[in-house]
């Protein structure tokens, strides 16, 4: 066929115009010319539309939510809290084969969930998908996106392996400029004082399980406006996914890294662009920088729908002359824009009304309707029907080809309305907005009026841009949904559900591709063809998740310095003077072989009601001998300062050398064991006031401790209170409360220091 270049888009019952002259649409429309070119080479390799992964990654991420959420359950079921705690419990699981095999499809089911998310987002994009009364669904599924990212760094963070020491060291850099989480990370993270960790892995844990809590309630706004919303895909793919995941996982298992060694820097270590792909920047760039411009991104994102403000196209108007009151335009309406109201006027008991802020102008209901109640704005819906009745009576038996709105400005050269000359007779194209606009009658009306037959072309299975057009299309015409194409006309239509490409290959080839319903099941040759494409983009991720990177160069060693410090306090393990009232800021000055490597100064900020000066430090070296010197200045006046290490040192390549510097602890030993069991700070809680009150006869989990002291005396013979009190805090299996469980944690003897477990003896001895 010789065709011209295409010109504006023209046909009845539709302003185009104002559909598709609009700059943002004429963008969007190259975008997906460039997209769909793209693409092409999927769809010729599964052979057909209806296997096109493309179509479905929408329900495919759902899917794969769906088997994140269950396989990160049963490795809960496994985890221990703490930073050793947490590694020995995956390397448990790891040396476990069903545990190891449910860790890789943890694993690869997340890192496909980003893929299908980003790639579902950005069809959403080119398809228009996103403005106007669909903003909803477009800014829910954006800050899912930003979810699902933070779901995954805390995956990663919580083992406590060298992932986490490259994750820790961009969230010192981020937030150690600020007073608060300096303190934070002071306590849990960088220095001795963070013990165990449980605290920092138990946050972590609320985070990562809390977000994915937050997913599932977004994904329930993110579907709300939508009639019939598809979750999952059919089954076979579902299937075919969940079995590829799983085989790879089988041949492929994640592994381990080594653990966090506060010793040693990082070094190299798989990178995961995935979820990690803010590590590179975030060690060579400013932090604010990153996580400014990831904000900004995010944030332009969800204000897509206002930045490229839709045009304002016309919505369904209602002829409530005409309407009867059927309710066929409510059921097939995609979006829930229609509704059925009451009346007391006229022959009929309801009418159709329009959902003013739900409508997106598809023109689906008007396909619907039997009376000819529903047009686009003011424009007669007759005009169409006229149109067909003069373009079938043009020519000898010409084909009446109706197309949706993507096809027409993808018709690779076909002028839409205008006669295409065919080899054996005239073929007439009619643009409309979807295919679900086009009613059996006007099918029934070209053929009775010359058509030798009629031809719908629309978008393929699962990739409607307005969501059911081409299925309920389809059901009209194979007389499974009404309103049903008479009987007499059946064989002289054809249905073509393609890809906006192949829109010249199936003018010519009509009835090649006439299946619509996405879960109709194709043959197991061809699911076996689209599990071995599953499989290999599978195999892909894992491949792009193994890249190296260099979290810290091996070839320097480094020096850190902690300090948390109040101006004028003794330092744990120095015996400096109190003198409070002279305290100041601190002033820290470090030589490394004779020379001045850090002098700065640390002004005092607000921590725990005192002010307090807070520092983390790394200093890079050449690996070798060095003799390393810390200075400090924190009292007013002061002339010589404190000496707090001067020795020598060697550091291998990537070694670490850490000096910590916190406070002795002050006031008497009750007063100090008193805050302790009421302490509900992260990195010091020892949970006492949690299951135990100290009101008389008050029973929480454990006993009441009102007259502990008393109690404990005669508690064990030969035992006296104080050695009671400690035993059942160290070891409280030894000595369980009749009528209680024994249900108090083990492990109090890592979570507290031997002065801590000392001074809560002494305020539990005061409970007499």
């Known amino acids: ?32 010319r460039a997209t769909l070119r793209v693409e092409r080479p999927i769809g010729k390799a599964v052979g057909t539309p209806r296997l096109n992964p493309l179509y479905h990654t929408g329900t495919i991420s759902v899917f794969l939510f769906a088997i994140v959420v269950a396989t990160g359950i049963y490795v809960t079921f496994f985890f221990q809290y703490g930073f050793s705690a947490s590694y020995d419990a995956i390397s448990r699981l790891e040396a476990n084969f069903v545990g190891r095999v449910i860790r890789a499809v943890h694993r690869y089911a997340s890192q496909a969930l980003v893929v299908t998310s980003l790639l579902h987002g950005w069809r959403m994009v080119f398809q228009d998908r996103f403005r106007g009364p669909r903003w909803l669904a477009w800014t829910t599924g954006v800050v899912m996106m930003v979810f699902v990212w933070v779901i995954g760094v805390t995956g990663y963070w919580l083992l406590w392996d060298r992932r986490s020491q490259a994750l820790n060291d961009l969230l010192t850099r981020t937030i150690g400029g600020s007073a ?97 792909f803010l590590l590179p920047p975030g060690l060579g760039l400013p932090p604010g920088l990153v996580w400014g411009g990831f ?56 009418l159709a009304a329009l959902v003013d802020d739900r409508c997106v102008s598809c023109g689906i209901c008007i396909g619907s309707c039997p009376v000819e109640a529903l047009t686009l704005g003011p424009v007669p819906a007759e005009e169409l029907w006229d149109e067909t009745r003069r373009l079938a009576a043009t020519g000898s038996s010409p084909r009446i080809v109706y197309t949706c709105e993507r096809h027409a400005v993808f018709s690779g050269g076909t002028l839409i309305g205008e006669s295409v000359e065919d080899a054996d007779h005239p073929v007439h194209v009619i643009p409309v907005t979807c295919l679900g606009m086009v009613h059996p009658d006007l099918i029934g009306t070209a053929l009775d009026a010359g058509a030798g037959d009629v031809q719908v072309l629309g978008c393929p299975p699962a990739d409607c841009a307005n969501r059911e057009g081409n299925t309920w299309m389809q059901a009209r015409i194979d007389r499974t949904r009404v309103p049903r194409l008479k009987k007499p006309y059946l064989g002289r239509v054809f249905s073509d559900w393609v890809a906006p490409t192949e829109f010249t290959f ?7 591709q006439p299946v619509a319903d996405p879960c109709d099941r194709p ?17 892909l991720s894992i491949v792009a998740s193994q890249l190296p990177f260099t979290a810290r160069p091996t070839d320097a060693a480094f020096v850190t310095v902690a300090l948390d410090h109040r101006g004028g306090a003794p330092i744990e393990g120095f015996g400096f003077p109190v003198d409070l009232a002279a305290g100041t800021a601190s002033r820290l000055i470090v030589q490394a072989d004779g020379a001045v490597v850090l002098d700065e100064t640390y002004p005092p900020a607000e921590v725990d009601g005192a002010p307090h000066s807070l520092a983390y430090e790394q200093i890079e070296l050449t690996p070798g001998q060095h003799t390393v010197r810390v200075e400090l200045f924190d009292r007013q006046e002061q002339t010589r300062p404190w000496l707090l290490f001067d020795g020598t040192v060697g550091l291998d390549g990537g070694e670490v050398f850490a000096l910590s510097y916190s406070d002795s602890r002050t006031g008497s030993r009750a007063d100090v064991g008193k805050s302790l069991f009421f302490e509900t700070t ?25 007259g502990v002291a008393t109690r404990a005396a005669d508690r064990v013979p030969g035992m006296s209170a104080k050695e009671y009190l400690r035993q059942s805090i160290v070891d409280p299996s030894a000595y369980v409360v009749e009528g209680f469980p024994d249900a108090m944690l083990k492990n109090f003897d890592e979570l507290l220091t031997d002065q801590e477990i000392d001074d809560l003896v002494a305020f539990l001895l005061t409970l007499e």
């Open 295 to 350: 904000v900004v991104v995010a944030g332009l994102l969800t204000a897509l729908p206002w930045a490229l403000r839709r045009p304002p196209l016309e919505p369904i108007v209602v002829d409530p002359e005409r309407c009867t009151g059927c309710t066929l335009c409510v059921a097939d309406c995609p979006y829930g824009a229609l509704e059925m109201i009451p009346t007391d006027n006229g022959p009929h008991r309801q």
């Open 180 to 276: 608060a989480g300096l303190d934070f990370l002071l306590d849990n993270v960088l220095t001795p004082v963070a013990k165990t960790g449980w605290p920092f892995i138990l946050l972590l844990f609320f985070i990562h399980a809390g977000v994915s809590i937050g997913v599932g309630v977004l994904l329930y706004y993110h579907l709300k406006r939508l009639n019939r919303p598809l979750v999952f895909p059919p089954r076979y793919w579902m299937m075919t996914i969940g079995g590829a995941i799983v085989v790879v996982a089988l041949l492929w298992p994640v592994g381990i890294l080594p653990p966090v060694d506060p010793g040693h820097v990082a070094g190299t270590i798989p990178l995961d662009p995935f979820y990690l």
């Open 682 to 706: 992260l990195g010091h809680n020892s949970g006492c006031r949690v299951c135990h009150s100290l009101v008389p006869g008050k029973v929480v989990v454990g006993p009441s401790l009102d």
């Open 1 to 32: 066929m010789d065709r011209k270049r295409p010109r504006e888009l023209v046909g009845p019952s539709v302003d185009w115009a104002l559909r598709t002259s609009n700059r943002v649409r004429r963008a969007l429309i190259r975008l997906e």
């Open 506 to 512: 199936s003018l010519d080839h009509p009835g090649s």
């Open 523 to 539: 043959a197991p040759s061809r699911l076996a063809r689209v599990a071995m494409l599953v499989a290999l983009a599978t195999v």
